[in-house]
Antibody, heavy 120, light 110 residues
């Protein structure tokens, strides 16, 4: 069974940093693009960032560009999101989602999410 | 990057059919046949229902179908059932390695 498990969320002050992780199991991790999608409390889904299987192609939403960095370690079957200069509006449940071969493909497997709260 | 436009809510009675629209631009929905649709129950992770505009993943009921015309994609649900009551989100590739979601539509089964 394919499983994605996010970790690293928590309460952080505005302007500080946080690093999220997503561990994958039950799949050949380096065959697939991976993404971060977030959902603010009571709000809709917002795509945050995506990375191709070999890290050659990376994209970010305008709202996080220059502050967040996505990366992956295929040897560890892991996806990461380094979040710097956090703002109150970054408060959300952050999902890790698996794509298919290309960065443009749909997300067929989702984790359960890790909550990030930015507040003083 | 502006979110795709969906109606906030739609409703229908059991057995009826409904359609949820998703309007983008010529830079996203209109440029690529890469619209996907997700179903989300409260407190749960989203589930892929439609990909590449009209394809259903294995295990998704054939009561769900997708289509596209110009800059607008649509999700149709036929033979509404109580279990279909959920939030639905459209999503499109928008070029330059970016993706856009719609604002979401709450489907209520009356």
């Amino acid at each position: 069974e394919v499983q994605l498990v996010e970790s690293g969320g928590g309460l952080v002050q505005p302007g500080r940093s946080l690093r999220l992780s997503c561990g994958a199991s039950g799949l050949t991790f380096d065959d697939y693009a991976m993404h971060w999608v977030r959902q603010a409390p009571g709000k809709g889904l917002e795509w945050v960032s995506g990375i191709s299987w070999n890290s050659d192609n990376i994209g970010y939403a305008d709202s996080v560009k220059g502050r967040f960095t996505i990366s992956r370690d295929n040897a560890k079957n892991s996806l990461y999101l380094q979040m710097n200069s956090l703002r109150a509006e970054d408060t959300a449940l952050y999902y890790c989602a698996k794509g298919w071969a290309a960065l443009r493909d749909a997300f067929d497997i989702w984790g359960q999410g890790t909550m990030v709260t930015v507040s003083s | 990057q502006s979110a795709l436009t969906q109606p906030a809510s739609v409703s229908g009675s059991p057995g009826q059919s409904i359609t949820i629209s998703c309007t983008g631009t010529s830079s996203d929905v209109g440029s690529y046949n890469l619209v996907s649709w997700y179903q989300q129950y409260p407190g749960k992770a989203p589930k892929l229902m439609i990909y590449e505009g009209s394809k259903r993943p294995s295990g998704v009921s054939n009561r769900f179908s997708g289509s596209k015309s110009g800059n607008t994609a649509s999700l149709a649900v036929s033979g509404l059932q109580a279990e279909d009551e959920a939030d639905y989100y459209c999503c499109s590739y928008a070029g330059s390695n970016t993706v856009l979601f719609g604002g979401g539509t709450k489907l209520t089964v009356l």
